[in-house]
């Protein structure tokens, strides 16, 4: 019964302050609307920006020879620690929370096709690599299996821009092709890749091949780098530490030598540039807040004028009994539905943009924006908290006037 007094109540305010109402509910729709589409293209762009950072792979460790800076069991400083392809296999085996690892051997080629000849980053590696550097081949091709590495089979996989320059629009799958004179066969092509991060050069200008074809082929004795995929109830720091003592123990030198070898840790990347777009997200978000606050100005004043205008019909209602607590919920609920209907239409209105936004040419470059329940639910928090701090003044001035004095106005 309460409530329907209230919403008839709000009905007639509405209609009795149309014009100071009209601006009120636009100051709110337009700051709800703000914040929403603010979050929501902070949202997207920070997704594409993770997604092509994230090209490379996520929970990996890049390891590099270098030279030593401290000498160790009689050995001189300044040697230089050359991998071996055995290392993979040792520090799989050795450091704790490594799921697998890969070397990687690496050098630059020509590709000589039947009518084109391309040049291209040779990265010979073994079947795990593709999973660790998220490499997915199109569809009605593969990348390399355990079978073409124990067989040594002469098998390669294309990246997006060697394929076109090779073969054009025409199929690759199944074709042949000539690393320094060898032939190979194509059993896999990359589609178009987005990658903003890379040690060797993007996927889309490489040809993959098996480590055992390349030691056995190619002449290649010593990889480029060693890639290792750190399990998930890993962290990285520790295994990152592991490491360099196992490699310390096969190499002799110190384990503490952080000179010795060069490392990568791309979750420590992909961490902090998660943490920089989380405060430009939370910048965007203030920013909307403060529109939203501006609009909260604007309820308040029409809450003081509410109270003003119904000044006697409150002391009215107080001389017949009314509590403080009631007088109090009734203007705090009016004005909570006041902010109520300006954040839906905001909100709506919002939505809508983001999902005509899905439709257009925004993934290359800001990234489609995104509407999400966390987006939906800070938004009606904030209203929330403004609706409440708006029209508190005003309630605790209604429910505190004295009767005979409201009665006299």
């Given at each position: 019964?309460?409530?329907?007094?209230?919403?008839?109540?709000?009905?007639?305010?509405?209609?009795?302050?149309?014009?100071?109402?009209?601006?009120?509910?636009?100051?709110?729709?337009?700051?709800?609307?703000?914040?929403?589409?603010?979050?929501?293209?902070?949202?997207?762009?920070?997704?594409?920006?993770?997604?092509?950072?994230?090209?490379?792979?996520?929970?990996?460790?890049?390891?590099?020879?270098?030279?030593?800076?401290?000498?160790?069991?009689?050995?001189?400083?300044?040697?230089?620690?050359?991998?071996?392809?055995?290392?993979?296999?040792?520090?799989?085996?050795?450091?704790?929370?490594?799921?697998?690892?890969?070397?990687?051997?690496?050098?630059?080629?020509?590709?000589?096709?039947?009518?084109?000849?391309?040049?291209?980053?040779?990265?010979?590696?073994?079947?795990?690599?593709?999973?660790?550097?998220?490499?997915?081949?199109?569809?009605?091709?593969?990348?390399?299996?355990?079978?073409?590495?124990?067989?040594?089979?002469?098998?390669?996989?294309?990246?997006?821009?060697?394929?076109?320059?090779?073969?054009?629009?025409?199929?690759?799958?199944?074709?042949?092709?000539?690393?320094?004179?060898?032939?190979?066969?194509?059993?896999?092509?990359?589609?178009?890749?987005?990658?903003?991060?890379?040690?060797?050069?993007?996927?889309?200008?490489?040809?993959?091949?098996?480590?055992?074809?390349?030691?056995?082929?190619?002449?290649?004795?010593?990889?480029?780098?060693?890639?290792?995929?750190?399990?998930?109830?890993?962290?990285?720091?520790?295994?990152?530490?592991?490491?360099?003592?196992?490699?310390?123990?096969?190499?002799?030198?110190?384990?503490?030598?952080?000179?010795?070898?060069?490392?990568?840790?791309?979750?420590?990347?992909?961490?902090?540039?998660?943490?920089?777009?989380?405060?430009?997200?939370?910048?965007?978000?203030?920013?909307?807040?403060?529109?939203?606050?501006?609009?909260?100005?604007?309820?308040?004043?029409?809450?003081?004028?509410?109270?003003?205008?119904?000044?006697?019909?409150?002391?009215?209602?107080?001389?017949?009994?009314?509590?403080?607590?009631?007088?109090?919920?009734?203007?705090?609920?009016?004005?909570?539905?006041?902010?109520?209907?300006?954040?839906?239409?905001?909100?709506?209105?919002?939505?809508?943009?983001?999902?005509?936004?899905?439709?257009?040419?925004l993934q290359d470059s800001?990234?489609?924006?995104?509407?999400?329940?966390?987006i939906a639910l800070l938004?009606?928090?904030?209203?929330?908290?403004?609706?409440?701090?708006?029209?508190?003044?005003?309630?605790?001035?209604?429910?505190?006037?004295?009767?005979?004095?409201?009665?006299?106005?």
């Amino acid at each position: 019964m309460q409530l329907r007094i209230v919403l008839a109540q709000f009905w007639r305010d509405l209609k009795a302050q149309r014009l100071r109402t009209a601006l009120t509910l636009f100051g709110l729709t337009w700051g709800t609307f703000c914040v929403v589409l603010l979050l929501s293209f902070g949202e997207g762009l920070s997704r594409k920006q993770m997604d092509t950072m994230e090209g490379m792979g996520t929970r990996i460790i890049l390891v590099w020879g270098s030279r030593t800076s401290i000498p160790f069991e009689g050995l001189p400083r300044g040697r230089y620690i050359r991998l071996e392809d055995a290392d993979a296999d040792l520090i799989a085996r050795q450091v704790p929370g490594v799921a697998q690892a890969s070397p990687e051997y690496s050098r630059d080629v020509m590709l000589k096709g039947s009518k084109a000849e391309a040049s291209a980053g040779l990265s010979a590696v073994r079947p795990g690599f593709g999973a660790m550097r998220r490499i997915e081949p199109e569809p009605g091709g593969r990348f390399l299996n355990e079978r073409d590495q124990t067989e040594r089979r002469r098998v390669c996989v294309l990246g997006s821009r060697i394929r076109d320059e090779l073969f054009g629009t025409e199929p690759a799958i199944g074709r042949t092709l000539e690393i320094s004179g060898i032939p190979f066969t194509v059993i896999g092509t990359l589609p178009e890749k987005k990658q903003d991060s890379n040690y060797n050069g993007p996927d889309d200008g490489k040809v993959f091949i098996p480590a055992a074809v390349a030691i056995s082929s190619l002449g290649e004795r010593y990889p480029s780098n060693l890639v290792v995929e750190v399990s998930r109830s890993a962290k990285s720091a520790d295994v990152s530490k592991a490491i360099y003592r196992v490699m310390g123990r096969a190499h002799h030198f110190d384990g503490d030598d952080k000179e010795a070898l060069a490392t990568w840790d791309v979750s420590e990347m992909l961490a902090m540039i998660g943490t920089v777009f989380l405060g430009f997200r939370v910048f965007l978000g203030l920013i909307g807040v403060l529109t939203l606050a501006v609009a909260g100005i604007g309820v308040a004043n029409v809450m003081s004028m509410v109270v003003e205008d119904r000044t006697p019909q409150i002391g009215i209602s107080m001389a017949l009994g009314a509590r403080h607590s009631w007088v109090l919920g009734q203007i705090l609920l009016e004005t909570l539905l006041v902010t109520a209907v300006g954040g839906l239409i905001g909100v709506v209105l919002a939505a809508a943009i983001v999902a005509a936004c899905q439709y257009l040419p925004l993934q290359d470059s800001i990234g489609v924006p995104v509407f999400s329940g966390q987006i939906a639910l800070l938004t009606a928090g904030v209203l929330g908290v403004i609706g409440i701090a708006a029209g508190m003044g005003p309630a605790r001035r209604a429910a505190y006037l004295n009767p005979a004095d409201a009665l006299r106005s």
